[in-house]
């Protein structure tokens, strides 16, 4: 099952960016999908890109590492996510 996954996740898909069509592999397109959700205001989608990021989320199967969050950055995410957190649980930053 795992190799079938990975194999999944290395197909190559062409996709439009910026008006330039690209190919890319499927593992690829997914997490700019991702990305662009969670720079939309996705909390959820926010959430999983910290995550990855702070665990060196790597293409499954290549050499070049991703640039992991620094502390500081990392701290800032905490924050932006707590604040996010609460104000879709009805607080805002006035009671923090």
């Given at each position: 099952?795992?190799?079938?996954?990975?194999?999944?996740?290395?197909?190559?898909?062409?996709?439009?960016?910026?008006?330039?069509?690209?190919?890319?592999?499927?593992?690829?397109?997914?997490?700019?999908?991702?990305?662009?959700?969670?720079?939309?205001?996705?909390?959820?989608?926010?959430?999983?890109?910290?995550?990855?990021?702070?665990?060196?989320?790597?293409?499954?199967?290549?050499?070049?590492?991703?640039?992991?969050?620094?502390e500081?950055?990392?701290?800032?995410?905490?924050?932006?996510?707590?604040r996010?957190?609460?104000?879709?649980?009805?607080?805002?930053?006035?009671?923090?």
């Amino acid at each position: 099952m795992a190799t079938v996954f990975e194999r999944a996740l290395h197909e190559k898909v062409v996709i439009n960016e910026n008006g330039t069509r690209k190919t890319v592999t499927k593992f690829e397109a997914a997490m700019k999908q991702l990305v662009n959700k969670a720079a939309s205001g996705d909390l959820a989608a926010l959430r999983h890109v910290t995550a990855i990021a702070a665990a060196g989320g790597d293409d499954p199967g290549t050499e070049s590492p991703t640039q992991r969050l620094s502390e500081t950055d990392l701290k800032v995410m905490e924050g932006v996510l707590k604040r996010w957190g609460a104000r879709t649980n009805g607080e805002d930053d006035a009671d923090h």
